[in-house]
């Protein structure tokens, strides 16, 4: 089994800056992409940035030049600078991990999991 936590929603005012934390923990023998979304309410759950076990990033156009999303492969752990905070920006926030681990002999079998998520509200 396999859970993701996250931590770092709070309250902040606009134009603040928040960092939000996912670690996964648990039977893992490789992360291949990690992501954050969110959900605002009464809205649908929304991409907000995602990374390659690469590096390779990307990220929602209304985060763009905004939020940094990175990882530290050796804690299994995603990160989600978030700066220049909008009202807009309040939602739950979640990370997810596309985790693998071995199956049959020379296979790799990949499964997505979701952390609980963590409340970040923006302040006007």
């Known amino acids: 089994q396999v859970h993701l936590v996250e931590s770092g929603g709070s309250l902040v005012q606009a134009g603040g800056s928040l960092r939000l934390s996912c670690a996964a923990s648990?039977?893992?023998?490789?992360?291949?992409?990690m992501g954050w979304y969110r959900q605002a309410p009464g809205k649908q759950r929304e991409l907000v940035a995602t990374?390659?076990?690469?590096?390779?990033?990307n990220y929602a156009d209304s985060v763009k030049g905004r939020f940094t999303i990175s990882r530290d492969n050796a804690k299994n752990t995603v990160y989600l600078q978030m700066n220049s905070l909008k009202p807009e920006d309040t939602a739950v926030y979640s990370c997810?991990?596309?985790?693998?681990?071995?199956?049959?002999?020379?296979?790799?079998?990949?499964?997505?999991?979701w952390g609980q998520g963590t409340q970040v509200t923006v302040s006007s």
């Open positions: 648990g039977s893992i023998f490789t992360i291949n992409g």
């Open positions: 997810n991990a596309n985790v693998g681990n071995v199956g049959a002999p020379g296979r790799i079998d990949y499964r997505t999991y």
């Open positions: 990374i390659t076990s690469g590096g390779t990033t």
